[in-house]
């Protein structure tokens, strides 16, 4: 079955970078959305940012542009996420998703099939 496992995570202070990396296995990319979301303590899912597939559109929540960028990479069925300037309140477990469609991918009218386990990131001031 599909497989998303996370990976990048950390510690790091603020002003700091991270990528973190979403490894697909058993997966065909569809032409759908792939996006992260993100959970903080006493907080609920965010979308962070997402991409469709289909055409290389971006969607990015309005906390993270211009410091976040999610990308591709076909052959090796990889996710990205570069997270540059980070902020305290990037603080949260991040996810990764795969294959929804319709409206943003960061709010699809048909939801995410698959995610994956998460991965922490945690911004200390």
């Known amino acids: 079955q599909v497989q998303l496992v996370e990976s990048g995570g950390g510690s790091v202070q603020a002003g700091g970078s991270l990528r973190l990396s979403c490894a697909a296995s058993?997966?065909?990319?569809?032409?759908?959305?792939m996006g992260w979301f993100r959970r903080a303590p006493g907080k609920e899912r965010e979308g962070v940012a997402a991409?469709?597939?289909?055409?290389?559109?971006?969607f990015y929540a309005d906390s993270v542009k211009g410091r976040f960028t999610i990308s591709r990479d076909s052959p090796k069925n990889t996710l990205y996420l570069q997270m540059n300037s980070l902020k305290p309140e990037d603080t949260a477990m991040y996810y990764c998703a795969a294959d929804a469609f319709g409206g943003s991918c960061l709010t699809p009218v048909f939801e995410y099939k698959y995610w994956g386990q998460g991965t922490q990131v945690t911004v200390s001031s």
């Open positions: 991409l469709w597939t289909g055409s290389g559109t971006t």
């Open positions: 058993r997966y065909t990319y569809s032409g759908g959305c």
